[in-house]
């Protein structure tokens, strides 16, 4: 199994410069959510979806767009990228039911200069 | 959402019992106590849940106490791979979102 597929591995931008960060998934998971991890912090939410068609903002929001078109992706996009955003993004699906467990894909290092 | 506290760093040697604990003294009746552990440059991964038993599986033990205000997972032997960032998680019911704190990062020396 594929799991959770996250491209691109590495990414380098310049300042005020677009990207789509893409995330897809074959366990047919309803609930997908997008993470960044900085140095000496947790995993921060930065955006989930329930569901095709439903997206909701998680603590870190601000600079991130998402859609959710299909149940297999998840794409999330920095529309005018800063060095704020320097970090490392996961992207996330997780079980139905009460147990929930997440399954993380490998990861996008982004630098943004 | 209740918390955890862990310690930040552990050491073990390879092929030694290794005890990460975890607090969560205000765990409620329908927390779930999970662990994720995070190798170097990875994702995170799961390991192993539990609600009040004391469970097994082919990755780890977990030990929960009595009162569930604290509960430890268990690495019977510990290898050089087995060296990352060990998450303690509590999900409350039906709720999809995890609270991720700093977790414990273990050393396994050789």
């Known amino acids: 199994n594929a799991g959770v597929t996250q491209t691109p591995k590495f990414q380098v931008l310049k300042t005020g410069q677009s990207m789509t960060l893409q995330c897809a998934q074959d366990?047919?998971?309803?609930?997908m959510s997008w993470y960044r991890q900085d140095p000496g912090m947790g995993l921060r939410l930065i955006h989930y979806s329930v569901g095709a068609g439903i997206t909701d903002q998680g603590e870190v929001p601000n600079g991130y767009n998402v859609s959710r078109s299909t149940t297999e992706d998840f794409p999330l996009r920095l529309l005018s990228a800063a060095p704020s955003q320097t970090s490392v993004y996961f992207c996330?699906?997780?079980?139905?039911?009460?147990?929930?467990?997440?399954?993380f894909g490998a990861g996008t290092r982004l630098s943004v200069l | 959402d209740a918390k955890t506290t862990q310690p930040n760093s552990m050491e073990s040697n390879e092929e030694e019992p290794v005890h990460l604990p975890c607090n969560h003294s205000t765990i409620s009746g329908t927390d779930y106590i999970h662990w994720y552990r995070q190798l170097p440059s990875q994702g995170p991964e799961y390991v192993i849940h539990g609600l009040t038993s004391n469970v097994n599986n082919r990755m780890a033990s977990l030990a929960i106490a009595e009162d569930r205000k604290s509960s430890t997972l268990i690495l019977h032997r510990a290898t050089l791979r087995d060296a990352a960032v060990y998450y303690c998680i509590l999900k409350a019911g039906n709720n999809r979102k995890l609270i991720w704190g700093l977790g414990t990062s273990l050393a396994v020396n050789p």
């Open positions: 996330a699906s997780t079980s139905p039911g009460g147990l929930g467990i997440q399954y």
């Open positions: 366990m047919n998971h309803e609930y």
